[in-house]
């Protein structure tokens, strides 16, 4: 693997007629992105906070499929993969939702995204549209201390109520993003965010890499 990530540049598009202009911040990147389609700022969010996902870039350029030139939704990079994500508006026939694409490396993906997948991971995405904003609105205001006091405190699973009662001290709002910043690094897990919302009562616990 090279040492230097490469990370494509977004293709500037003007906005479509009636469309309508989509912005938000992205941590990972530390900079804005904007999307004209919903379903993108959805995916977007799906990449953002799986913490497999080192870096990405939205609209990174253009791709031949089937002898046609289509602009791709995004440009992702994991730890040992490097993919294209383009998004449909249906289920394409076949079992087949990803294929090698020729690349100076040979180990780049496309795959592709229907509305069912993005329609699935709802409530995921519901609830991170409420935690992103603690990350964003807080960057570079929770000491590196309480991150770590936090992921130790969670070596067993406990309830937001339970995290926000042992931290009562600190003010509740950095506690918060201190607690979602290490979920989306992937130090910390709560698999029950994936089918229900966020509540007092959601338990939080360490990863294993964490401990």
Not at 46 to 54: A, F, G
Not at 69 to 90: C, G, K, N, P
Request: with cysteine; aromatic share 10%; proline share 7%.
């Amino acid at each position: 693997m090279e040492n230097s990530l490469y990370i494509p540049e977004p293709v500037a598009l003007a906005r479509p007629r009636g469309g309508h202009r989509l912005e938000a911040f992205s941590p990972k990147l530390a900079r804005r992105v904007m999307f004209y389609r919903r379903p993108l700022l959805d995916q977007w969010l799906l990449l953002e906070t799986n913490p497999k996902v080192i870096a990405f870039c939205e609209r990174p350029g253009y791709v031949m499929i089937n002898g046609s030139r289509r602009l791709a939704d995004f440009w992702v990079h994991y730890v040992d993969l490097r993919e294209l994500v383009i998004l449909i508006e249906s289920e394409i026939d076949g079992s087949v939702t990803a294929f090698p694409c020729d690349d100076e490396e040979n180990e780049l993906l496309i795959r592709f995204v229907a509305p069912a997948e993005l329609a699935a991971a709802r409530v995921w995405l519901d609830n991170w549209q409420r935690m992103l904003p603690y990350l964003v609105t807080n960057r570079g205001l929770i000491p590196s201390t309480l991150s770590g006091t936090i992921a130790r405190f969670l070596k067993q699973s406990q309830r937001l109520l339970d995290i926000e009662r042992e931290f009562s001290s600190t003010d509740p709002v950095l506690v918060r993003a201190a607690l979602f910043g290490l979920l989306h690094d992937g130090r910390v897990s709560s698999h029950e965010l994936q089918t229900q919302p966020l509540s007092l009562l959601t338990p939080f616990v360490a990863t294993e890499a964490t401990l």
